[in-house]
């Protein structure tokens, strides 16, 4: 923690904080005054609102990366790969790139201890133009749907174990009721939200381990069909792999581990956010690779090739009717669901969250409705922001597309802000005594720079054409979701324009970005305001 303490980053008048203020207090600019009773008492709320220890930081982690992603993704990792033996080394590789980022995002948390995320970060390196990365990112956020694709397994496995065939609308239809049912709890009765959530947290978990377990039964040879699976002998047999097999396959990888940074988030409500943050974020994901792992053997040991493929996103039953029966397959697939469910709840409770504080800080127009926790003490116009938008992605993709595409329309993006986020670390590295870069954990130059070459790579290959019999769409344009993903965050730029650039010109006034400190909890949080120009100018 000492080394916390030494550690202060660059501030220049390019520093995104153009004032800091305080109730009753002082700006940086010395427009008010302050005292020692005003400073002691925030820290003391500050310090007060830390709820979140080493525990609930792994759960904050582990609920929001155990989704679908390892119930759905292995069927379409394995068409992408042509054989076990690469399927099983995606996943290696896209678990070497997601400890990379976690490794990225844990010097990046304890270098800026604040809620907000790779938002505080892209802002704090990427100061010109002036709060370009804040629009962006804001695009980034409002209009991608992340809880999409999860509602549409919701809908896929729960219409599977009440044994009715899936087809484009009634899965849809299911999924609209489960994301829906999941922004009322959130909007409406809060604390029942955060306590369903966290029973779901351990429903995940223990699915997970089911599965482990039903691997190491069928590695014993007690299977409920005929023909035994011999998926391990000549594991490379059927290899495909194209540049575009590759990077699909990763993508599913990696939408599977997506929630690393999750902590990050919430480190202002965090107890004493370095050391915690430091064992949370290595042992959540560290526990969480292992599973997976495991995941994957069992289903390769219990689920023979051409199953796997036929299945689709309801590989996990398969499992479980070949081991179990149909009658535990079914139950299990409501199990699935309810993981699904509340992978749902912690994506939209967090989004929500995210669009609510680009309210509070007057990046979005009607700021005051966005930032608002009426009527019931939750944000409920963000919870619904990303209901919308999510609802309109859900329905929109073609039948037999709808998850794959929502899945790599949420991994894309991602992808470009982890270049961003990486490329501003290699910076950092590069600079470090004039950034006075110092942090209490260094992720090395060496990793970074894997991160941030993977992330590159994960941005250029989708555009290579697929080898015919590839494409992981059936109707769709293999580079589809690219375009709409770079589009999202280009929307965000052309707002940035408007928002910071034209209309402050037309309205004669300068957009300054203050902090500000809550008298109530202590915590800071960026607030844009309109400052008039001096009638000279």
Known sequence: MSNFKNFAPRVTEETPVSGIVVPGGKDAEGHHGSDSDDVGRIHEAREGKRQIGVFSAVFLIGNRIIGTGIFATPSAILQLSGSVGLSLFMWVIGMIIALAGTAVYLEFGTAIPKNGGEKNYLEYVFRKPRFLATGLYAGYVVLLGWASGNSVVFGAYILHAANVEVDRWNQRGVGLACITVAFLIHGTALKWGIRLQNFLGIVKLLIVLIIVVSGWVALSGRLQIDEKPSNFVNPFEGTNGTAYGVVTALYNVIWSYIGYSNANYALSETKNPVRTLKIAAPLAIGVISILYMFVNIAYFA????????????????????????????????????????????????????????????????????????????????????????????????????????????????????????????????????????????????????????????????????????????????????????IGIIAAGGIYWLFWAVILPKLGNYELVREVVIDEIDGWERNRFVRRPRASSE
């Open 302 to 485: 219990a689920v023979p090739k051409e199953d796997i493929l036929a299945a689709r996103e309801l590989v996990a039953a398969t499992l479980f009717r070949n081991v179990f029966g149909g009658t535990a397959e079914r139950a299990l697939s409501v199990f699935v669901a309810l993981s699904a469910f509340g992978n749902v709840l912690s994506v939209i409770f967090s989004q929500g969250r995210l669009v609510q504080e680009l309210g509070r800080e007057g990046i979005l127009p009607f700021s005051s409705i966005w930032g608002s926790n009426k009527p019931f003490n939750a944000p409920l116009a963000g919870l619904f922001e990303h209901w919308l938008v999510s609802v309109i992605v859900m329905l929109a993709p073609p039948p037999g597309d709808a998850y794959n595409f929502l899945l790599n329309l949420i991994s894309y993006p991602l992808a470009i802000v982890n270049v961003f986020v990486a490329g501003g670390l290699v910076h950092l590295y590069l600079n470090r005594q004039k950034w006075n870069w110092n942090p209490p954990i260094s992720a090395s130059l060496p990793v970074v720079v894997f991160f941030l070459l993977s992330n590159i790579y994960l941005v250029i290959a989708p555009f290579i054409p697929p080898s015919d019999g590839q494409n992981v769409y059936e109707s769709l344009p293999y580079w589809l979701h690219c375009v709409v993903g």
